[in-house]
């Protein structure tokens, strides 16, 4: 298969791109003052309730063809991670709201060329539940953001019926087309077992002399083992933290990285999040493995680090996996704006975590 290569010029930005990122950091923050004046302490704007904080070890592949083996993934090796699991809303909710999932993952020991502004020996990827980001352009993630933030005032029991409806239909449209919505599974995903679910990048990246596009797969047979389990959420509002706190009590997890390159501009659009790319375009390639040992997933000093002090961003990156399109663009300006804004409400200075022993044992 040929793949096409990064070139400088691939993006296109929209017009006004600027003022739609402008939209969404003041509306994202006043979202942010509703919800810190509601629980009293400012939470991440998105994907504010962890489920689990672990640490680990990504190991690349060290056979790896040469379309694959860039950047990060150049050569075979093993590197230190930390990675947070969390529920999509940017508030602390009972676990009946269940929207999309998040995966934050910050590889360390990482030398080469980063992005402006970022000095540490890391990085980051910052992942998602469903292959696309139902808003595909900046202009589009603003008209998002102001829906989210209609809803952010309103009781916990309205969010919970419209992510319940979300679900249902999703589950309608799985049965009958074959597939879900990943706009309905954004609002209401299926009550499935936190560590046995699929994390992708959404947006493209550079991949070295390539784009691509990333996800986490789960494979470990103890993970895969939990295809049938079910939340009752009326019985534990906090059973997504609590079935990953059991799971790592007792099993390791593992994921496989994997990436899927850039083939056909038509098909696999650059700027255009919402659309996913055609497996029969390209597939989804094992790069590497990252494993996550049995252990306390949910320490009272980890959690207040992970939660509270450190940060997950997509512009903690080398150059030669910058993120790429108008969505990913626009996140390069809205992860700090609001991570300052949170950690200065806080009183908490923000880490730009550099080394695995800063995190609490």
């Not at 676990?95 to 999309?100: A, G, N, P, W, Y």
């Not at 998602?128 to 008209?143: D, R, V």
């Not at 969505?327 to 804004?341: I, K």
């Amino acid at each position: 298969m040929t793949y096409l290569r990064y070139r400088d010029d691939i993006e296109t930005p929209e017009e006004n791109e600027q003022e739609s990122i402008d939209g969404i950091i003041k509306g994202m923050t006043q979202e942010s003052e509703v919800v810190e004046k509601r629980q009293g302490h400012a939470v991440r704007a998105s994907h504010a309730k962890s489920t689990a904080c672990v640490v680990g070890e990504l190991t690349v592949a060290d056979d790896l063809p040469p379309e694959l083996a860039q950047g990060l993934f150049a050569k075979g090796g093993t590197f230190q991670v930390a990675v947070r699991f969390a529920q999509g809303p940017g508030e602390n909710l009972g676990d009946r709201v269940s929207t999309h999932r998040g995966m934050a993952i910050k590889v360390f020991g990482i030398e080469g060329e980063k992005l402006p502004g970022h000095d540490a020996p890391t990085q980051d990827f910052v992942f998602a539940s469903g292959p696309t980001f139902p808003a595909g352009t900046a202009a589009g993630f603003l008209s998002q953001a102001k829906k989210i933030g209609l809803t952010t005032p309103m009781p916990e029991g309205v969010k919970s019926a419209a992510s319940s409806i979300a679900r249902n239909i999703n589950k309608m449209l799985n049965a009958v087309a074959g597939g879900p919505s990943p706009t309905l599974d954004f609002y209401g995903h299926p009550f499935s077992h936190p560590l046995d679910d699929y994390y992708f990048s959404q947006c493209p990246v550079r991949f070295g002399e390539y784009v691509a596009k990333l996800g986490a797969f789960p494979v470990s047979p103890d993970q895969l083992a939990l295809d049938d389990w079910q939340l009752d959420p009326h019985e534990d509002e906090d059973g997504f933290r609590h079935a990953a706190i059991r799971y790592f009590d007792e099993h390791d997890a593992v994921f496989e990285l994997r990436a899927r390159l850039w083939a056909d501009a038509e098909t696999q659009p650059i700027e255009d999040t919402s659309v996913e790319w055609p497996a029969q375009d390209s597939e989804y390639r094992t790069v590497a493995t990252i494993r996550l040992p049995r252990q306390a997933a949910y320490g009272a000093e980890r959690v207040r680090y992970f939660d509270e002090v450190m940060t997950f961003r997509p512009a903690h990156s080398l150059a030669v996996h910058r993120p790429l399109g108008g969505v990913m663009r626009a996140r390069l300006q809205v992860y700090r704006a609001l991570s300052a804004f949170r950690h200065r409400e806080n009183g908490v200075d923000e880490q730009n975590t550099a080394s695995i022993e800063q995190i609490p044992a």
